[in-house]
């Protein structure tokens, strides 16, 4: 999959996130919720809490996660299945329902399901549902991964105080690695343009790296040296 990547120098902010993040929230009692992926028998790490799956070519695969209601108020919640996209920080996301993909010989997950991207489920209190999203493995086998994630947001209670009152949304993701083959596949970047970019009122270059291999990439060292006449700034950053 490829990745799009801007380095800013100002603060130097770059951050090059682990593979599938999960956001924790804490909400009030009276309205939150938890999810569970049902990882299946082609699961190739069982101590993984997302789906890391090793898939059969022109097979059906059904992903499953466990929404519970763990509140005391019913409470209800959607979930999608997207494909993953990287922001200019580097972090990669699951929450963007119509991301583009990006050029790849492989296809996006999102183009792999079968029937709809996107349910809502209504819980009662202590009530659990399962969601299920069908996905049809590509007609041949491949090297690298398909990356995406199934996503879940519902609002839960507001914050109040004497003052304000602050609506709470809640999201979880579980993200989902197709794979059909074990042979590793190399990352390879590529810096495809720099330009002065202005950030939070700050001005610096902002540089676009591209991974055009159909992998992740983390512990990123980055090396650069930056000119203005006759001056040279030399930076360099390890495990990004």
Do not use: C, W
Request: proline fraction near 5%; glycine fraction near 6%.
């Amino acid at each position: 999959m490829k990745k799009r990547l801007t380095v800013f120098f100002a603060a130097l902010l770059l951050v090059l996130t682990v593979l599938l993040p999960v956001t924790t929230v804490k909400a009030a009692p009276d309205k939150s919720y938890a999810i569970q992926a049902i990882l299946p028998d082609n699961q190739i790490n069982k101590d993984e809490s997302f789906f890391d799956l090793k898939i059969t070519p022109k097979k059906e695969q059904t992903l499953k996660v466990l929404i519970a209601n763990t509140g005391s108020k019913p409470i209800k919640v959607t979930a999608e299945i997207n494909n993953a996209y990287t922001a200019d920080s580097g972090v990669i996301g699951y929450d963007k329902f119509n991301a583009q993909p990006y050029k790849s010989k492989l296809p996006s997950l999102t183009s792999l399901v079968d029937g709809k991207r996107k349910q809502v489920v209504e819980l009662d209190t202590g009530e659990n549902k399962t969601v299920e999203f069908k996905v049809k493995s590509p007609d041949s086998e491949y090297s690298g991964i398909i990356l995406g994630g199934i996503t879940t947001t519902a609002s839960v209670s507001p914050t109040k105080s004497k003052n304000i009152n602050i609506k709470n949304q809640v999201r979880y993701v579980k993200g989902v690695v197709l794979r059909s083959k074990d042979d590793g596949v190399m990352p390879e970047m590529h810096l495809t343009s720099a330009a002065p970019r202005a950030v939070a009122g700050s001005t610096g270059i902002s540089y676009m790296l591209d991974n055009t291999a159909p992998i992740n990439i983390n512990k990123v060292t980055l090396t650069a040296k930056i000119k203005h006449g006759d001056k040279t700034i030399n930076y360099k950053q390890d495990n990004l």
